[in-house]
């Protein structure tokens, strides 16, 4: 017999992953094309407070989905500006991104403080969504859990089978290649960054429409890092990805339970468990080490000039 | 590395240095000759974070509304422990602050530091043990607050079962779960209590996920002990009862919020202002409970029955006039020892050095 409790934590668990999963495979693509944007965790901020703050003056999720990708959007082309054409230090730049969305989202979100968000419509199939178990669990979810999900097999198929994910990889494998036989490669790269900042944005909107819908300081709460490490583990794999995040959100959310049905062990050593399991879980998937350093892209964190 | 990319960083440093900044701004342009008795606050938090700092702020205001033209006050917010605060709490005393307030445990040695550089400015250090002259503590009984909250908890929880989103494992914690369990049980025998630590103080999502955690164990009462209102919200979203921490988190639960324990700073930061003016100030230790205001609680929800809410009126106004104590005796361990003996009292020292869990918490302790 399932227990009561199974399919509201599994609800839990997706609720937790999904901002993972889309500053995830946003900076799968962006890292693809050769460039490292520490700052997933300020566009995520950015995301969370310019959506919540348009969700609250308008009531539209639309509305507040579309500026919580635009405001992740518009912090990456600070960032794409700044290392692709001034070709700045990307590390350095990326984590100023990440201060400056911090302390920008904290400025914007003051008088959002303690307001609160009805929260996004959740798909409501008559019956369909009544059914036990996969009812609310696969037709129950909100819309931005369907977009993250539509997102990895959007990511996979682009990178892997369409002529400009062949590009985009070509240009973040080897950038003077790229460039000598003709592509565009700051164009591609800056592309990239820009779609990696709209779904950073997009995980940081969720984090204030739908996982804890209200506004506060530093919300995100290290989710962008998180979505940082996800990337390397999972060997710049959306599909890994996908898996990687649901496998933290998972443990993160287990391990609360077990603390609830009051089992004796550390707390400090329950937080610890989702990012020593994650970690373990995609070293071994990815234990091959050829094969991992064929999956870095090699001019990944270079900068370049098409005179030089 | 070329040029641009030297460019690149210079702008990335610059950024920084500007959000930096903004910490040490706040006390430097201060002038001391215009007779005004010049009082300073150092936030651990912003005052956007709707629990511990914000009720310190609101403390700072209601000095300015009692004071007026008399005072002038200042406040430092988000600054880290450390070195840092030291530098704050330093530059406030030597721009000629009269009174510094600094508001976070970790504050404690800096503020001792500073304070013997500086005799003839006075010093406030919240929730610490360590005092000198002109270096006074004070911090809430917070635990009496709980007390109440437990009484209404015991009377309103269907299932038997109260959740409990907790922080650390450190006596304030620890006290509060004991002040809450010990006033369930005592109205009603059955209540257990279920505590999920989640290892900050601050984080809306991980207290989130606790909280439905709880809720999915059967928990119908939603204690929290972290700072954020993303519990009281979950609560409210999922139907069931919650109390507020710190400070009156209704607006996040209408419906599920019962009542809140509230940090109320003002009386005392308004007391110890005026100390000073009248200069009567002297060092010392103040642990105020309902008696001298520092704890309250935001209004009774409406949906609370007429007889529990004479209940839990009736604890508080016993624990102001010292009928009723949180830690009345009898009081067994988990291990069914018992702590305080039938007709005592726990002592200020016991509650203060509190670790271990009375009868009816399940699980034990993490060490």
């Given at each position: 017999m399932i227990p009561d409790w199974l399919t509201p934590a599994i609800m839990t668990i997706i609720t937790a992953s999904t901002p993972l999963v889309f500053?995830?495979?946003?900076?799968?693509?962006?890292?693809?094309s050769g460039v490292l944007n520490l700052g997933v965790e300020g566009m995520m901020i950015m995301g969370?407070?310019?959506?919540?703050?348009?969700?609250?003056?308008?009531?539209?999720?639309?509305?507040?989905?579309?500026?919580?990708?635009?405001?992740?959007?518009?912090?990456?082309l600070i960032f794409g500006l700044l290392t692709l054409n001034l070709r700045a230090n990307q590390v350095a730049t990326g984590l100023a991104l990440t201060l400056f969305g911090l302390g920008l989202s904290a400025l914007i979100g003051h008088s959002f403080v303690g307001e609160t968000f009805s929260g996004l419509p959740k798909l409501d199939i008559p019956f369909i969504s009544k059914l036990p178990i996969i009812g609310p669990l696969v037709f129950g979810q909100d819309v931005l859990v369907y977009m993250s999900v539509a997102s990895v097999f959007f990511a996979g198929w682009f990178l892997n089978k369409t002529r400009w994910g062949l590009v985009l990889r070509a240009v973040g494998e080897n950038h003077d290649a790229a460039h000598a036989i003709g592509h565009p490669v700051n164009f591609v790269r800056m592309m990239a960054v820009l779609f990696g900042g709209s779904m950073a944005g997009l995980g940081g909107a969720y984090l204030s429409l739908a996982y804890t819908p209200l506004w506060v300081e530093n919300m995100t709460a290290g989710r962008g890092w998180i979505a940082l490490a996800?990337?390397?583990?999972?060997?710049?794999?959306?599909?890994?990805?996908?898996?990687?995040?649901?496998?933290?959100?998972?443990?993160?959310?287990?391990?609360?339970?077990?603390?609830?049905?009051?089992?004796?062990?550390?707390?400090?050593?329950?937080?610890?468990?989702?990012?020593?399991a994650t970690i373990v879980v995609l070293v071994l998937i990815s234990h091959d080490v050829n094969r991992f350093k064929l999956s870095a892209p090699a001019c990944l964190g270079k900068t370049f000039h098409p005179s030089q | 590395m070329n040029k641009s990319s030297l460019i690149g960083i210079g702008l990335a440093v610059v950024l920084i240095i500007a959000l930096l900044s903004s910490v040490g701004q706040g006390p430097s342009e201060k002038a001391k000759d215009d007779g005004k008795l010049s009082v300073g606050f150092v936030y651990v938090g912003p005052i956007g974070d709707h629990g511990w700092t914000y009720e310190h702020n609101e403390g700072r205001l209601a000095i300015e509304k009692a004071l007026g033209e008399k005072v002038k006050t200042t406040y430092v917010e988000k600054v880290p422990y450390g070195p840092d605060s030291e530098r704050v709490i330093g530059k406030l005393a030597s721009s000629g602050t009269d009174l510094i307030f600094t508001t976070?445990?970790?504050?404690?040695?800096?503020?001792?530091?500073?304070?013997?550089?500086?005799?003839?400015?006075?010093?406030?250090?919240?929730?610490?043990y360590k005092r000198s002259d002109n270096t006074a503590t004070y911090s809430g009984r917070f635990y009496e607050g709980r007390h109440v909250a437990g009484l209404i908890a015991g009377k309103m929880t269907k299932t038997n079962t109260?959740?409990?989103?907790?922080?650390?494992?450190?006596?304030?914690?620890?006290?509060?779960?004991?002040?809450?369990?010990?006033?369930?049980?005592?109205?009603?025998?059955?209540?257990?209590?279920?505590v999920i630590w989640v290892s900050s103080w601050f984080d809306p999502g991980k207290e989130a996920d606790a909280a439905k955690a709880l809720i999915d164990q059967g928990a119908d009462v939603l204690f929290q002990h972290t700072d954020s209102p993303a519990p009281v919200q979950v609560a409210e979203k999922r139907g069931i009862w919650a109390l507020?921490?710190?400070?009156?988190?209704?607006?996040?639960?209408?419906k599920a919020h019962l009542t809140a324990i509230i940090d109320d700073w003002a009386p005392y930061y308004v007391a110890r202002t005026k100390a000073v003016m009248n200069k009567t100030w002297t060092s010392g230790d103040t642990w105020g409970g309902f008696k001298s205001g520092m704890v309250r609680m935001a209004p009774y929800n409406k949906a609370i029955p007429a007889d529990v809410v004479a209940l839990a009126e009736k604890a508080r106004k016993g624990i102001i006039d010292g009928s009723v104590h949180a830690f009345q005796g009898p009081i067994k361990d988990q291990a069914g020892k018992v702590v305080v003996k039938a007709g005592e009292r726990a002592s200020d020292k016991m509650l203060l050095g509190m670790n271990f869990y009375v009868e009816g918490v399940d699980g034990s302790i993490p060490k």
């Open positions: 500053a995830a495979v946003g900076e799968i693509m962006v890292e693809k969370a407070v310019a959506a919540f703050a348009i969700g609250v003056t308008t009531g539209s999720a639309t509305l507040a989905i579309l500026f919580g990708a635009l405001a992740g959007l518009v912090l990456a996800l990337v390397v583990f999972a060997s710049w794999r959306p599909g890994r990805a996908i898996f990687g995040a649901y496998l933290f959100g998972g443990i993160t959310i287990l391990q609360l339970h077990v603390q609830g049905f009051g089992v004796a062990i550390a707390p400090q050593l329950m937080s610890m468990l989702p990012y020593l | 976070s445990f970790g504050y404690m040695d800096p503020t001792i530091k500073v304070a013997k550089k500086y005799p003839n400015v006075k010093f406030e250090h919240a929730t610490g109260i959740g409990y989103v907790a922080s650390f494992p450190i006596p304030e914690v620890i006290r509060g779960i004991n002040a809450t369990i010990l006033a369930a049980r005592s109205v009603n025998p059955d209540v257990k209590i279920k507020g921490q710190a400070s009156d988190m209704r607006q996040f639960g209408p």
